[in-house]
């Protein structure tokens, strides 16, 4: 039942009967969804079946419907990278954990840092986008093979297309450089992502048994929380810019970012299920899957996590899917490469925030959906099913019960996923885009709880 299957039809009408509508703004029992030529038509309790005699009927009662994933920080690997991830096998693990949009970092092969370089990776995707209809939304470096010297050509990549800047990977160290990626970025209206780490601290894992084992630094919490506090000091000087920090690992960094946002500057920050999940003291020892940057920290910094994420005060989540063959991601945690997977399991961590009460049903939804599609600037066509909209949606099974994360779980290449052999609950059921239906896992047209 979880093992990774997948089964993908296109329907030009197709109608989705009985399921629970889950939409940032509320929570519908048990509605039939009509949609055509991949656009939702009616959502309504008993809709007439004799006016819908030509829909293929997905009966989904007991199972819930919510918008597709948007997940604004995915390494696709996309040029240049195909033994971590191809085009294609990275957008199949998005279809199979539920996600329906994603934007990919440019740390690829060669650095995503200029026009012809985003016209080569749209060229090598748009086969995989259409294919499985998941929505692909590049970022450029901010500066020129993100070596923090010289930045890119803000207006010309915006104008290309981009939607998004940032050297992911690494923080922008210089102070005068970091002032004019902000300045250079602003008037394209396009966010700078973050990836907030003072370089030179030489940790790999935070304060933890298994650090003290492999006998390394522990990585400071002053590494994060350093940048960001520099980089808000900059931001101050380019209020029109818009700034959003990566992958936060630390509560002091949502210190700063809640008591920025309140002086009125453009702040957003997201957080990450490993982050939101593990503790440093819940490591394995010998499994570098473990090895992300930034660390997994102290249960105190998780609990603020969660909670902010679950107020708002943490805009979204975010993966920060960086898939590594097995010869760089080695189990040696001082050498191996940083990084784990996390497209596959990101709504099964998200489900069990909400199955533990740690946040609401439609909060869910918008941290998983409607609030990045809404920072990347495709509100119109994801993070919400309503009457009138395109049809990007996920259909889970929420009260499944845990079940370990297994290696053939997985759609995507690689293998380093800190979750494998970690109970979490949900099946994601099937990933509809537009009228492409992907049933996954079994699920097929004629199941039904029970
Ligand atoms: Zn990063």
């Given at each position: 039942?979880?093992?990774?299957?997948?089964?993908s039809?296109?329907?030009h009408?197709?109608?989705?009967?009985?399921?629970?509508?889950?939409?940032?703004?509320?929570?519908?029992?048990?509605?039939?969804?009509?949609?055509?030529?991949?656009?939702?038509?009616?959502?309504?309790?008993?809709?007439?079946l004799?006016?819908?005699?030509?829909?293929?009927?997905?009966?989904?009662?007991?199972?819930?419907?919510m918008?597709?994933?948007?997940?604004?920080?995915?390494?696709l690997?996309?040029?240049?990278?195909?033994?971590?991830?191809?085009?294609?096998?990275?957008?199949?693990?998005?279809?199979?954990?539920?996600?329906?949009?994603?934007?990919?970092?440019?740390?690829?092969k060669?650095?995503?840092?200029?026009?012809?370089?985003?016209?080569?990776?749209?060229?090598?995707?748009?086969?995989?986008?259409?294919?499985?209809?998941?929505r692909?939304?590049?970022s450029?470096?901010m500066?020129?093979?993100?070596?923090?010297?010289?930045?890119v050509?803000?207006?010309?990549?915006?104008?290309a297309?981009?939607?998004?800047?940032?050297?992911?990977?690494?923080?922008?160290s210089?102070?005068?450089?970091?002032?004019?990626?902000?300045?250079?970025?602003?008037?394209t209206?396009?966010?700078v992502?973050?990836?907030?780490?003072?370089?030179?601290?030489?940790?790999?894992?935070?304060?933890?048994?298994?650090?003290?084992?492999?006998?390394?630094?522990?990585?400071?919490?002053?590494a994060?929380?350093?940048?960001?506090?520099?980089?808000?000091?900059?931001?101050?000087?380019?209020?029109?810019?818009?700034?959003?920090?990566?992958?936060?690992?630390a509560?002091?960094?949502?210190?700063l970012?809640?008591?920025?946002?309140?002086?009125?500057?453009?702040?957003?920050c997201?957080?990450?299920?490993?982050?939101?999940?593990?503790?440093?003291?819940?490591?394995?020892?010998d499994?570098?899957?473990?090895?992300?940057?930034?660390p997994?920290?102290?249960?105190?910094?998780?609990?603020?996590?969660?909670?902010?994420?679950?107020s708002?005060?943490?805009?979204?989540?975010?993966?920060?899917?960086?898939?590594?063959?097995?010869a760089?991601?080695?189990?040696?945690?001082?050498?191996?490469?940083?990084?784990?997977?996390?497209?596959?399991?990101s709504?099964?961590?998200?489900?069990?925030?909400?199955?533990?009460?740690?946040?609401?049903?439609?909060?869910?939804?918008?941290?998983?959906?409607?609030?990045?599609a809404?920072?990347?600037?495709?509100?119109?066509?994801?993070?919400?099913?309503?009457?009138?909209?395109?049809?990007?949606?996920?259909?889970c099974?929420?009260?499944?019960?845990?079940?370990?994360?297994?290696?053939?779980?997985?759609?995507?290449?690689?293998?380093?996923?800190?979750?494998?052999?970690?109970?979490?609950p949900?099946?994601?059921?099937?990933?509809?885009?537009?009228?492409?239906?992907?049933?996954?896992?079994?699920?097929?047209?004629?199941?039904?709880?029970?």
């Amino acid at each position: 039942m979880h093992k990774y299957s997948v089964k993908s039809k296109s329907h030009h009408r197709l109608l989705i009967s009985g399921v629970d509508l889950w939409n940032a703004s509320g929570v519908q029992k048990a509605v039939d969804i009509a949609i055509e030529d991949g656009i939702v038509r009616r959502i309504g309790k008993d809709l007439d079946l004799n006016a819908h005699l030509d829909f293929v009927v997905l009966r989904a009662d007991g199972y819930v419907l919510m918008p597709s994933g948007v997940d604004a920080q995915v390494h696709l690997r996309v040029p240049g990278q195909e033994q971590k991830e191809t085009a294609t096998s990275g957008l199949w693990a998005a279809v199979s954990g539920g996600v329906g949009a994603l934007l990919t970092m440019p740390n690829t092969k060669p650095v995503l840092d200029n026009i012809e370089t985003l016209a080569l990776a749209k060229q090598v995707i748009s086969g995989p986008e259409a294919e499985t209809g998941v929505r692909v939304l590049f970022s450029a470096a901010m500066t020129m093979g993100q070596r923090g010297h010289e930045v890119v050509d803000f207006l010309a990549l915006a104008k290309a297309g981009i939607f998004a800047f940032t050297d992911d990977g690494v923080g922008v160290s210089d102070d005068k450089i970091m002032l004019q990626v902000l300045k250079g970025a602003a008037p394209t209206g396009l966010p700078v992502l973050q990836h907030a780490e003072v370089p030179g601290h030489g940790g790999v894992l935070a304060g933890g048994p298994v650090q003290v084992a492999i006998g390394s630094v522990a990585y400071p919490v002053w590494a994060e929380v350093d940048m960001v506090q520099r980089d808000l000091d900059l931001l101050k000087q380019v209020p029109t810019a818009r700034y959003h920090v990566l992958h936060v690992s630390a509560a002091g960094t949502l210190s700063l970012i809640a008591a920025a946002k309140k002086s009125g500057l453009h702040v957003t920050c997201e957080a990450s299920p490993h982050h939101l999940f593990f503790t440093s003291e819940e490591i394995v020892p010998d499994n570098s899957a473990f090895k992300m940057n930034p660390p997994i920290r102290s249960a105190s910094d998780r609990s603020q996590l969660q909670s902010a994420l679950a107020s708002g005060a943490c805009d979204f989540m975010a993966t920060d899917h960086a898939p590594h063959e097995s010869a760089v991601k080695t189990n040696n945690f001082k050498t191996s490469a940083f990084g784990t997977t996390g497209l596959e399991t990101s709504l099964r961590v998200m489900i069990d925030l909400w199955q533990k009460g740690a946040i609401t049903a439609t909060r869910l939804v918008d941290a998983w959906s409607k609030a990045p599609a809404a920072f990347l600037g495709i509100s119109a066509t994801h993070g919400e099913i309503s009457e009138g909209r395109p049809m990007s949606g996920v259909l889970c099974d929420v009260t499944a019960k845990q079940t370990a994360v297994r290696e053939d779980d997985f759609a995507g290449l690689s293998r380093n996923s800190c979750f494998i052999g970690t109970k979490l609950p949900g099946i994601v059921l099937a990933t509809i885009l537009g009228q492409k239906v992907h049933c996954l896992r079994g699920f097929n047209f004629d199941s039904k709880k029970g």
